[in-house]
């Protein structure tokens, strides 16, 4: 097995485990998890699937996001929820889309805010939901370098 170099500073590094056919071991340099493939898709559920981290890390920039805009205006939230889910539809079916042939990647969000908000702050708290840094990153054109070790 060869020897791994030093990671990146600000990287995330994956190594296959070891284990099962597709569990996997991330790690930031402080801390460590596992992703994997659901069993009926091979794996062994060791950990969340790629989709979900993509979806989890989109629900944690959103309600971190949120949380920082309304301690920022002393609004009384009392707490935030996102669930978030990746799905795929035809192109076909996307009215909106500029993309017309083949699949288009969905990701649905839906914000539960708790506390003593008016209907605008509300809605200000929304409209950040949509501006947080993944989200913005994710909608906008991304080019994925892929490199030899």
Known sequence: MPVAPPMEPGAV???EAGVGNYTQTVTNGRHQWAADEPAAAGGRDEGPTPYDLLCSA????????VR??????????ESILVDVQHGRVHADDC????????????IYKRVHLAG????EQLDRLM??????PVHRTLS??????????
Not at 58 to 65: D, E, I, K, R
Not at 95 to 106: R, S, V, Y
């Open 68 to 77: 920082m805009y309304a301690e920022r205006k002393g609004w009384p939230l």
């Open 116 to 119: 003593d908000l008016d209907e």
């Open 140 to 149: 906008s054109e991304i080019r994925i370098v892929t490199s030899r070790g």
């Open 127 to 132: 409209s950040i939901a949509d501006r947080c």
């Open 95 to 106: 009215a909106e889309c500029e993309t017309k042939k083949g699949m288009i990647d969905h």
């Open 13 to 15: 590094r994956v190594a």
């Open 58 to 65: 989109v629900g944690a920039c959103v309600a971190v996001t």
